[in-house]
């Protein structure tokens, strides 16, 4: 079926340096991305999202770049702090789809000081 | 703004016991909620969409009669684990959409319900 996946289930940073998170997703059909932060025994956390007639969105440190040829998205943190520490998760979905998310495996973001 | 509540945030109960839990946006209305499974270092997983006003919608494989839904108003859903077993034994997250035009897709996080069945 389709899915939504990483490339890399951990990622280790220094403090300060920008960290970037990757997204693979198989449906061609996905139109809108969340990027979402879940700390440790907490619920996820809205962090940025995307429409697929974007390419590129800012928000405050983060950015989320959208390349729908190659179905991958990214999601860029600047100046990584401890704080930042915690698994990121993309999730995709389509118009029409009952606004259901399909979540990707996660990624475990660790900042090293 | 769009901030969900749950509660309880962890239960612990005897096996066979039903458990329920209260999923709120507190700031909105949403017409449709959901909720999510999660295991240990592994993604969610939606068992179910709640709708306001109507029957929930199960994913396949969710036991409708094990997990029993209800979305009576537009900010409260309720979930409960019916005649629970230690292998019902997760973290249950929701999320709520607002209603108005715009949020498309985005769904807001309750902060999770750690259920343990011994």
């Known amino acids: 079926g389709e899915s939504v996946g990483l490339h890399l289930p951990t990622l280790s940073v220094q403090e300060g340096d920008n960290s970037i998170i990757n997204c693979a997703y198989s449906?061609?059909?996905?139109?809108?991305f969340i990027w979402y932060k879940q700390e440790s025994g907490k619920g996820p956390q809205f962090i940025i999202d995307?429409?697929?007639?974007?390419d590129k969105r800012q928000g405050q440190r983060v950015t989320v770049l959208l390349n729908k040829t190659v179905k991958h998205l990214s999601l860029q943190i600047a100046a990584t702090q401890p704080g930042d520490s915690a698994v990121y998760f993309c999730?995709?979905?389509?118009?029409?789809?009952?606004?259901?998310?399909?979540f990707g495996t996660g990624t475990q973001l660790k900042v090293e000081l | 703004g769009a901030v969900v509540s749950q509660h309880p945030s962890w239960v612990i109960c005897k096996s066979g016991t039903s458990v329920k839990i209260e999923c709120r946006s507190l700031?909105?209305?949403?017409?449709?909620m959901f909720w999510y499974r999660q295991f240990p270092k592994q993604s969610l997983m939606l068992m179910a969409t709640?709708?306001?006003?109507?029957?929930?919608?199960?994913e396949q494989g969710v036991e409708k009669d094990k997990f029993l839904i209800n979305h009576a108003s537009l900010t409260l859903s309720t979930l409960t684990v019916t005649s629970a077993h230690p292998e019902d034994s997760s973290f249950y997250i929701c999320?709520?959409?607002?209603?108005?035009f715009g949020h498309g897709g985005t769904q807001y996080f309750g902060p999770g319900t750690r259920l343990l069945v011994l």
């Open positions: 999320s709520a959409s607002p209603a108005r």
């Open positions: 449906n061609s059909a996905s139109d809108y």
């Open positions: 995307i429409r697929s007639n974007m």
């Open positions: 999730a995709e979905t389509f118009t029409g789809g009952g606004n259901k998310l399909t």
């Open positions: 700031d909105f209305q949403a017409t449709t």
């Open positions: 709640s709708n306001e006003g109507s029957k929930a919608t199960y």
